[in-house]
């Protein structure tokens, strides 16, 4: 079945610091990969998908591609905020309902001023 | 701005009792999913509804089961409570399968003592 692979769990970063988070997938079937963000107290909410390999998704500042060759995608911004803090996963869609989406083990990022 | 509603917010109860949470979705979707996020922040799929169809996860254990009265809700109830089944239960809609946006509620969050 459909695995990911998502090894920080913890990233702690100055304001204006570069963001970067990367996770690796396995499917079987045209992957289209996520990021969902977590805020405390919050379900998770979709940040970018991408669909196509090499194409680059961008929302709020955040870049998101993926890699159809090392089975890698990242998600990264070059200036983060305090308000940016949250736990971010990478999520991988399943193409029949019983997947759903399989989540990687989700990255808490932590921004200081 | 919230679309998929949770109640209740915490739940505390002892082993063997019998719970029950509530989602309602306000975004006319066909397909209504429950996730368990455990307390490492791991996020799995249990259940998937789409069309009176449901769609277990095999890793279920049988005392969960959803109920849907109608397309906009789908709850979920535990008939005798485990200590393991402490976490936060996340209900999410999409407009028809899984490779649509997944829309999250902000969760209930279960404790069991």
């Known amino acids: 079945g459909d695995s990911v692979t998502q090894k920080q769990g913890q990233v702690t970063l100055s304001e204006d610091d570069f963001l970067f988070i990367n996770c690796t997938y396995s499917t079987t079937t045209y992957p289209t990969l996520l990021w969902y963000v977590q805020y405390p107290g919050q379900g998770p909410q979709l940040l970018l998908k991408v669909t196509t390999a090499n194409n680059k998704g961008i929302s709020r500042g955040f870049e998101a591609t993926y890699d159809k060759g090392t089975t890698s995608f990242h998600l990264q911004k070059a200036s983060v905020q305090e308000s940016d803090s949250a736990v971010y996963f990478c999520a991988l869609v399943g193409y029949n309902y019983a997947q759903g989406l399989t989540f990687g083990l989700g990255t808490r990022v932590s921004v200081f001023p | 701005e919230t679309a998929v509603f949770q109640t209740p917010n915490y739940h505390v109860t002892q082993v063997g009792n019998e719970v029950s949470f509530n989602c309602k979705q306000t975004?006319?979707?066909?397909?209504m999913y429950w996730y368990k996020q455990d307390s490492k922040k791991l996020l799995k799929i249990m259940f998937s509804y789409n069309n009176k169809q449901l769609i277990v996860n095999e890793t279920v254990p049988r005392r969960f089961s959803p109920q849907s009265s109608d397309k906009a809700h789908l709850n979920l109830r535990i008939k005798s409570v485990e200590p393991e089944d402490s976490a936060v239960y996340l209900c999410a809609s999409s407009h028809r399968g899984p490779q649509d946006t997944q829309y999250f509620g902000p969760g209930t969050r279960l404790l069991v003592l």
């Open positions: 975004l006319g979707h066909d397909t």
